[in-house]
Structure formats: C-alpha cells, structure tokens
C-alpha cells in the first residue's frame, strides 16, 4: 500500500486527480514568463510613449521591414479597449507564478493544467 503511494506522487499523480510537473518545467516556467514579462513591460512602456508623441520609434522597428511602430498605431493593437501589451504583464505575471507555485511542490488538477495550455496558445 505505501508504495502505491510513493509511485503516484513519484509518477507526479495522486489520488485527488492532481497533477505535478518536473522542477525542470517548472523552472521553464519561470524562465520563460520572466522573459516575457519584460518584453511586455518593454513594449508597454515604447506603447505609452507613442501615444504621447506619435513621431516617438519603438525599439522593436529595427528598420523598415521590421517595424512594429505602424502595427501599435492600429486599432487591433488596443482590442480590448487598452493596449494589448498589458494582457501580457497580467499573463505572463501568472505564468511565473505557477512555476514558482510548482517548485514549491504545488498541484494541479487536470482543469487547471488545460487553462494554462489554452492561455498560452491564445495568448
């Protein structure tokens, strides 16, 4: 019976329906919501700039192919009413926090683990 036990919390499952991750992902989950975290925080901030001076160059048009300046100056840059960048400082805000949540030996259950991969490919 106690090595039932063992295998499910090793194998990451326990009877509850929850489920845990490799401290591997979840360092990924750190890493990676961290890096998107600045971006969005970069890209807000060139974003607030714009709309206080329209002639301002984001950082993110490296030359006249690669320019993001005309796209923040759309209306689908602000679907929601706000620009878009800021859904991005709340996610990827949350996507750190489920990282750190799962190295402190955090679970989740299988509804959760769907909401994040969901979030994360509309996003």
């Given at each position: 019976?106690?090595?039932?036990?063992?295998?499910?919390?090793?194998s990451?499952?326990?009877?509850?329906?929850t489920?845990?991750?490799?401290?591997?992902?979840?360092?990924?989950?750190?890493?990676?919501?961290?890096?998107?975290l600045?971006?969005?925080?970069?890209?807000?901030?060139?974003?607030?700039?714009?709309l206080?001076?329209?002639?301002?160059?984001?950082?993110c048009s490296?030359n006249?192919?690669?320019?993001?300046?005309?796209?923040?100056?759309?209306?689908q840059a602000a679907?929601?009413?706000?620009?878009?960048?800021?859904?991005?400082?709340?996610?990827?805000?949350?996507?750190?926090?489920?990282?750190?949540?799962?190295?402190?030996?955090?679970?989740?259950?299988?509804?959760?683990?769907?909401?994040?991969?969901?979030?994360?490919l509309?996003?």
């Amino acid at each position: 019976m106690a090595k039932a036990a063992v295998d499910e919390v090793a194998s990451g499952r326990d009877g509850g329906g929850t489920i845990g991750a490799s401290r591997a992902f979840s360092w990924l989950l750190v890493i990676t919501g961290a890096a998107g975290l600045l971006a969005s925080w970069v890209i807000t901030i060139d974003k607030i700039k714009l709309l206080e001076d329209p002639n301002f160059t984001p950082g993110c048009s490296l030359n006249p192919i690669v320019s993001c300046g005309n796209i923040m100056k759309s209306e689908q840059a602000a679907v929601f009413g706000f620009p878009n960048p800021m859904l991005g400082l709340v996610t990827y805000a949350m996507v750190i926090a489920i990282g750190v949540g799962l190295l402190a030996g955090a679970r989740y259950r299988r509804w959760y683990w769907l909401g994040l991969n969901a979030g994360t490919l509309f996003g």
